[in-house]
């Protein structure tokens, strides 16, 4: 059974701050990982979608990297603004064909 | 349209009742999903659909809970007889295909209270 886990669960950094949020599974055989940011009481925005071919994709500040073999992936945000407050969840999409949601982080950029 | 709709944005139920929430995926979408949010980043997968076919219901307390994706109409959850614990934030959500780079598209949600 797939299992998603984030660390850290929640982060607080200063504005410009380069941060890495942690995505983990267990279950190595995925069609693809995606990204979504959370605002509160809003639904989710698709950030980054990774496929299971591919090691990284990149959009504007955001990094999100993938390694399959090891059950890891992280997104990388740089020069955090307070606009990047949000829950960052991964959410992994396998044989199942189902996507599998992490415990997600919550991120807090202090001005 | 190039969104997720999901109506209402919010539903109050006495408990007991029935609660019905709607969602219309981005045409053209063959794939639809239904979560739910309980807590605050706790998704549960409920039930999928491919087109107007139930693709995967292992989520789905089917003793209450009943979803369709007719066409030409917005696909539907239903809940008989809500109990407190059906408080949470319902999510639709659609994807084109099947092709590992089709990405998941999320709507706003319709958050049901239980009272």
């Known amino acids: 059974k797939q299992e998603v886990t984030q660390i850290p669960a929640a982060l607080s950094v200063p504005e410009g701050e380069n941060l890495v949020l942690n995505c983990s599974f267990t279950d190595s055989a995925i069609y693809n990982l995606q990204w979504f940011r959370q605002d509160p009481g809003k639904g989710l925005t698709s950030l980054l979608l990774i496929q299971s071919s591919q090691r990284e994709q990149t959009s504007g500040r955001l990094n999100a990297s993938l390694d399959k073999s090891s059950g890891r992936s992280t997104l990388y945000i740089a020069a955090s603004q307070p606009g990047d407050s949000a829950t960052y969840l991964c959410?992994?999409?396998?044989?199942?064909?189902?996507?599998?949601f992490g415990t997600g982080t919550r991120l807090k950029v202090l001005a | 349209g190039e969104e997720v709709a999901q109506t209402p944005k919010h539903l109050v139920r006495g408990e007991g009742q029935k609660a019905k929430l709607y969602c219309a995926p981005i045409k053209g979408h063959s794939y639809v999903f239904w979560y739910q949010q309980v807590l605050k980043n706790e998704f549960k997968f409920l039930i999928s659909?491919?087109?107007?076919?139930?693709?995967?219901e292992t989520g789905m307390p089917k003793e209450r809970f009943s979803a369709k994706c007719l066409p030409n109409s917005p696909c539907s959850l239903e809940i008989q007889a809500t109990k407190l614990e059906d408080s949470a934030v319902y999510f639709c959500a659609s994807r084109l295909g099947t092709l590992q780079s089709n990405v998941l598209t999320f709507g706003a949600g319709s958050r049901l209270t239980v009272l």
């Open positions: 659909f491919q087109n107007e076919n139930v693709f995967d």
């Open positions: 959410a992994v999409f396998s044989g199942t064909y189902k996507y599998i």
